[in-house]
T-cell receptor
Framework: AQKITQTQPGMFVQEKEAVTLDCTYDTSDQSYGLFWYKQPSSGEMIFLIYQGSYDEQNATEGRYSLNFQKARKSANLVISASQLGDSAMYFCAMREPLTYNQGGKLIFGQGTELSVKP | NAGVTQTPKFQVLKTGQSMTLQCAQDMNHEYMSWYRQDPGMGLRLIHYSVGAGITDQGEVPNGYNVSRSTTEDFPLRLLSAAPSQTSVYFC??????????????FGAGSRLTVL
């Protein structure tokens, strides 16, 4: 069965520094998708970045990049130049292979709470 | 464009009561789902639907019912509330099938307390 593991319950980073949030996954499928979501204290879930299993390049979205190491089954999120507004819970998620019956079905990790210090 | 709308935002129930969490989306998404979020456990899938008239169970379906009579609406029913169902509930939707990232769009969440 597919599984997502985030081993860092909490992280601290100094403002303007870069930080890496770890995510490992387990799947026997060849086709899958990996996502990162941000959940600020207000509670909404905000999509950050996506990586497809067949994508050769690491995904980037502004200050967010995904360090995808397929052989190690890891999909770490890198946030460059941290800002105070980056303080939030971050979730890694994996989508099972796309079939008609599964659509956008995601499995989530436990989350990492990031605190950015001024 | 409202996206995914959940109601109510907060609800307190007594053990044994029933209630329905409403979810509506206006993006013509085929796929809709319900998750619950508990501390230290991330989000766990309760039920999902790939289109009107089609629903299936997720990881933690016990104690919950769903139906999908229209593309837009996907209500979650608690049949007989238990304290273990105290949680934050999220409805989410996306396009279904095909390639691409099919990003899940989430509602704002509903915080349910069962006494």
């Amino acid at each position: 069965a597919q599984k997502i593991t985030q081993t860092q319950p909490g992280m601290f980073v100094q403002e303007k520094e870069a930080v890496t949030l770890d995510c490992t996954y387990d799947t026997s499928d060849q086709s899958y998708g990996l996502f990162w979501y941000k959940q600020p204290s207000s509670g909404e879930m905000i999509f950050l970045i996506y990586q497809g299993s067949y994508d050769e390049q690491n995904a980037t979205e502004g200050r967010y990049s995904l360090n995808f190491q397929k052989a190690r089954k890891s999909a770490n999120l890198v946030i460059s130049a941290s800002q105070l507004g980056d303080s939030a819970m971050y979730f890694c998620a994996m989508r099972e292979p796309l079939t008609y019956n599964q659509g956008g079905k995601l499995i989530f990790g436990q989350g990492t709470e990031l605190s950015v210090k001024p | 464009n409202a996206g995914v709308t959940q109601t109510p935002k907060f609800q307190v129930l007594k053990t044994g009561q029933s209630m329905t969490l409403q979810c509506a989306q206006d993006m013509n998404h085929e796929y809709m789902s319900w998750y619950r979020q508990d501390p230290g456990m991330g989000l766990r899938l309760i039920h999902y639907s790939v289109g009107a008239g089609i629903t299936d169970q997720g990881e933690v379906p016990n104690g919950y019912n769903v139906s999908r009579s229209t593309t837009e609406d996907f209500p979650l029913r608690l049949l007989s509330a238990a304290p273990s169902q105290t949680s934050v509930y999220f409805c989410a939707s996306s396009f279904s099938g095909g390639e691409g990232n099919n990003v899940l769009t989430f509602g704002a969440g509903s915080r349910l307390t069962v006494l």
